[in-house]
């Protein structure tokens, strides 16, 4: 039985690394934060060792690396490549695991299509992963979805605007879709850790919850007491056309018109199925989605604390 204890985290310092340091350093692992900042971050737990490490330099990586049991990436936009390097000297130094970074959409589901040339890069990097099994390294991918608190911190999720008191919605807004809170990533990642047999080798999905518009709506309202008429309605056709568009003037905003179109467009089956689900494979429990909203809620100050 493989067993796993310590772990190098890439891209700590980001967006969703900071979660999954604190939940990897909670859980009994021991946690290297790889940084290329010769500052110390202050956005992660104490217990953990950080060190300065540069990308390019295989001396560098090499001694960053060797001793670790597990690499997770959470690296980003031009980053995305370098990890190619990475599991090189992690398939030499004699890791077992590496997790690239992935925690979005399913990207084995997206080579082909527009959404999917933006994730290139990512598709590259797993299938990079598949070429070395050989080697001693395993892999394990790891699709969250799109990061709902995140998301709902940022922009309402494009749905919910919290100050006009009023909603959009992408065509009916009855399209489900996969969707998971930046703890719950956290937590996806410890437990393929505990996890590494019945994981390695393997692309896995998982979620808090599969969500609506339209129930994120009627739960806001639910919660709040109040009406979020819906004022505004988006074409995923629209946004599919207009994404297709950006990109080939090399636009990478694009993106988000395709993001939108992939998760919230009628009929695009983009939600976790209970087949496909990783969730029971690492023994992950769902979320609920009245309790994250009010706590969103509750740190936005439209609900008590
Ligand atoms: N599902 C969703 O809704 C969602 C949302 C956002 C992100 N994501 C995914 O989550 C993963 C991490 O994204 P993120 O937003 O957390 O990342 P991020 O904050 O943009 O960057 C993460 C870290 O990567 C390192 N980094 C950035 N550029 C680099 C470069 N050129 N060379 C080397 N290191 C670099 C930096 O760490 P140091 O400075 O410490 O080295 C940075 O703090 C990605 O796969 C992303 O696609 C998903």
Same mark, same amino acid.
């Given at each position: ?22 939940? $990897? ?7 290297? &934060? ?18 300065? &490490?540069? *990308? ?7 001694? +960053? ?40 959409? @399913? ?10 040339? /933006? =994730?290139?890069?990512? /598709?590259?990097?797993?299938? *990079? ?6 080697? %001693? ?5 790891? +699709? ?6 995140? %998301? $709902?911190?940022?922009?309402? $999720?494009?749905? /919910? ?28 990642? &410890?437990?393929? $850790? ?8 393997? *692309? ?5 919850? @599969? ?8 739960? &806001? ?47 695009? %089956? ?22 994250? =909203? ?10 008590? +604390?």
């Amino acid at each position: 039985m493989t067993t796993i204890k310590n772990v190098a985290v890439l891209g700590a310092t980001g967006n969703v690394g900071p979660a999954i340091t604190s939940a $990897l350093a909670s859980s009994g692992f021991t946690v290297t &934060v790889l940084t290329r900042s010769a500052q110390p971050p202050s956005n992660l737990p104490p217990n953990v060792t950080v060190r300065t &490490v540069d *990308y390019t330099s295989r001396d560098s990586l090499s001694s +960053a690396l060797a001793g670790q049991d597990a690499v997770i990436s959470a690296l980003a936009g031009a980053a995305v490549p370098l990890q190619k390097q990475v599991i090189d000297v992690a398939a030499e130094v004699g890791v077992k695991r590496f997790v690239p970074s992935e925690f979005g959409i @399913n990207t084995r589901k997206a080579r082909g299509s527009a959404i999917g040339k /933006i =994730l290139g890069g990512k /598709i590259e990097v797993v299938d *990079y992963l598949k070429e070395k099994e050989g080697s %001693g390294l395993t892999w394990t991918g790891v +699709a969250t979805g799109l990061f709902f608190d995140w %998301g $709902l911190e940022r922009t309402g $999720l494009g749905v /919910i605007n919290l100050k006009e008191r009023t909603s959009t919605v992408v065509d009916s807004g009855n399209e489900r879709f996969q969707t998971s809170t930046l703890a719950q990533v956290g937590r996806a990642v &410890v437990h393929v $850790l505990q996890h590494p047999d019945e994981t390695a080798n393997k *692309y896995i999905s998982t979620s808090s919850f @599969n969500v609506s518009q339209n129930e994120i709506i009627s739960a &806001v309202e639910d919660l709040t007491g109040t009406k979020f008429p819906v004022t505004a309605r988006q074409s995923s056709a629209d946004l599919q056309k207009s994404g297709e568009e950006k990109l080939a003037k090399g636009d990478w905003t694009a993106f988000f018109d395709l993001l939108r179109a992939w998760n919230n467009g009628d009929g695009r %089956g983009n939600a976790l199925s209970e087949e496909e689900s990783g969730n029971k494979l690492i023994g992950l429990e769902g979320e609920d989605l009245k309790t994250v =909203l009010r706590e969103w809620l509750r740190k936005e100050g439209v609900l008590k +604390a």
